[in-house]
């Protein structure tokens, strides 16, 4: 793109903005080629193949759910404490979410 708009031919000689600084500032620009994207890629890629590899061990769900209103209000009332959590949803009427606890 850049060698089409440094030729005389080009959009640039005929809107006359072959002068303008901003234009002649991304001429001079260095421009990678797609072998340097490819490469970039397969950087990008083999860091998020070792990453699925060292989380594939760790369990993130940190939600115990409750089959009833009822059973989430007795694990707040007698156990959320002692194991250290925090309740932070119900059943909802009309909707269809269970009662969970952020552990």
Known sequence: MQKELLSETSLLSVLHLAGDSRVEQFL???????????????SI?????????LMSGINFDVFQGFSSEGELTDFFLTKQYHQNV????????GLKMKATAVL
């Open 28 to 42: 001079k620009l260095k421009i990678p080629d797609a072998d340097f994207f490819l490469r970039e890629i397969d």
């Open 45 to 53: 890629s083999n860091a998020a193949c070792t990453w699925l590899t």
């Open 86 to 93: 925090s309740a932070v949803a119900g059943n909802t009427p």
